[in-house]
């Protein structure tokens, strides 16, 4: 797994590609500012980018607009945003690319290093990794596609769209797999999503529950 960091703070940089490094990943960049991370993925086109949402010069969304353009000009680069809050603009064009390997997650929210590695590995390998914070900003207030799923099919897509599989949500919910399976269908024919393979439909399925999909 290769990685680029984008990150403008020194020790949170370091940090980060030490612990990647010692998970077995390969850090192959490290930079402090949106142009550069532009042109080390280009360069080196790694597995995954690692971005901060706020980079100089201005500390505002450089990172996520670099994010958008990254994902628009390399495809199979996936994206990780870290920030310290939700920025929906941007997250948004991501989200409605309709592909995998994106990921937004809250620093002060990361609690567990394993599951931080193991979201990086998710979104390598073209799958998601969102905050439930991020999704509910996402969301936001009103109605939606998703208003004809039941409280328990909410519950099971919210964890969809943190990218977890069905034993994971299962696990979560203190649910059968099988259960969990029974509400993935579901999901899938309450929202008329077409039949294609399931990990297409988990993301449209998050696509129509933020209001953003074309089933």
Request: aromatic share 4%; charged share 25%.
């Amino acid at each position: 797994m290769r990685i680029v960091i984008a990150e403008d703070e020194v020790l949170l940089r370091e940090g980060l590609a030490a612990l990647l490094t010692t998970r077995g990943a390969e850090v192959v960049a490290q930079v402090g500012h949106a142009d550069a991370l532009k042109a080390a993925v280009s360069a080196l086109r790694p597995d995954v980018a690692i971005v901060d949402v706020r980079m100089p010069p201005n500390w505002k969304d450089e990172g996520a607009r670099a994010a958008v353009e990254i994902r628009a000009e390399h495809p199979s680069v996936g994206v990780l945003l870290l920030s310290q809050s939700v920025e929906t603009r941007h997250a948004l064009a991501l989200v409605r690319t309709g592909r995998g390997g994106f990921g937004y997650l809250l620093k002060d929210r990361v609690l567990a290093v394993d599951d931080f590695v193991d979201s990086v590995r998710r979104i390598a390998a073209g799958g998601s990794a969102i905050d439930p914070q991020v999704v509910a900003a996402l969301v936001g207030p009103g109605p939606s596609r998703a208003d004809a799923l039941s409280e328990r099919e909410r519950d099971v897509l919210a964890l969809i769209a943190e990218g977890r599989s069905n034993t994971a949500v299962a696990g979560a919910l203190f649910l059968s797999e099988k259960t969990v399976e029974t509400h993935v269908r579901s999901i899938f024919r309450k929202l008329r999503l077409p039949d294609r393979p399931d990990d297409h439909r988990r993301v449209l399925a998050v696509l129509a529950w933020l209001g953003q999909g074309q089933p």
